[in-house]
């Protein structure tokens, strides 16, 4: 956002980016872990990947759906689309035509997002092009290790390699690798979890988004008084 906005045409100096935040004290889940899973139908042992976005084109489900294709088949998981969209009935129709329609479920839009999140094992978004990326302080800070395109402000939000991992935007390959990956090391997803956490409260928290604005403000206050007044002398 900052880039386009210095891109068409203001000075730098002038702009401040000051990142959006997620209060950790309200997005907390009201449900158990297992609760949730035996819900969502999840036997014992199996994994979760979960997609919580608008179902639109930007939002790369259809990378996500022929990464899933090229997962091995001995690794036991479900892929969760949370959300709607105009996309909904060719995703599902690619599902099918994948032979992966028994590993992949929509959701539709829900609002227990934070419990959902907490049933999850990793979330999986390759937005092509994202401005932040909400969706990825919130699974940070329910633990989750995030996949996302090295694309828009996601780089900005996921430390690759700490807090999850990064590639290239309509790179289904590299994408399965990623997911293959985490799928099969519960150490490097609990690291990745822990790290994830650690870094949305300290990095995304609302009060350091406060602290920030307020720090715009003032700069913004300096400088105007810093500026000669232009009034006469009968003004």
Do not use: W
């Amino acid at each position: 956002v900052r880039r386009y906005t210095v891109g068409v045409g203001f000075s730098p100096q002038r702009v401040h980016r000051v990142y959006n935040a997620v209060d950790p004290d309200e997005f907390v889940p009201r449900r158990p872990r297992e609760e949730v899973r035996q819900a969502l139908g999840l036997a014992s042992g199996e994994l979760a990947v979960g997609a919580f976005a608008h179902l639109s084109r930007k939002k790369g489900h259809a990378d996500l759906l022929n990464a899933v294709a090229r997962v091995p088949v001995d690794v036991p998981f479900r892929l969760f689309c949370v959300g709607n969209g105009p996309c909904r009935e060719a995703l599902q129709r690619q599902a099918g035509e994948l032979g992966i329609a028994g590993r992949v479920h929509f959701l539709d839009y829900r609002r227990d997002v934070a419990d959902l999140m907490r049933a999850m094992d990793v979330m999986a978004l390759p937005s092509h092009r994202e401005p932040f990326g909400i969706v990825y302080v919130e699974a940070m800070l329910a633990r989750l290790p995030v996949v996302a395109c090295n694309a828009g402000g996601a780089p900005e939000v996921v430390d690759e390699g700490v807090t999850g991992c990064l590639v290239p935007p309509h790179s289904p390959d590299r994408l399965a690798a990623a997911l293959s990956a985490l799928l099969t090391s519960p150490s490097r997803r609990r690291q990745m979890g822990e790290a994830g956490r650690n870094r949305a409260v300290e990095r995304f928290s609302l009060a350091r988004m406060v602290t920030e604005t307020e720090s715009v403000y003032r700069e913004v206050i300096r400088s105007r008084n810093r500026q000669p007044s232009r009034q006469g002398p009968m003004d």
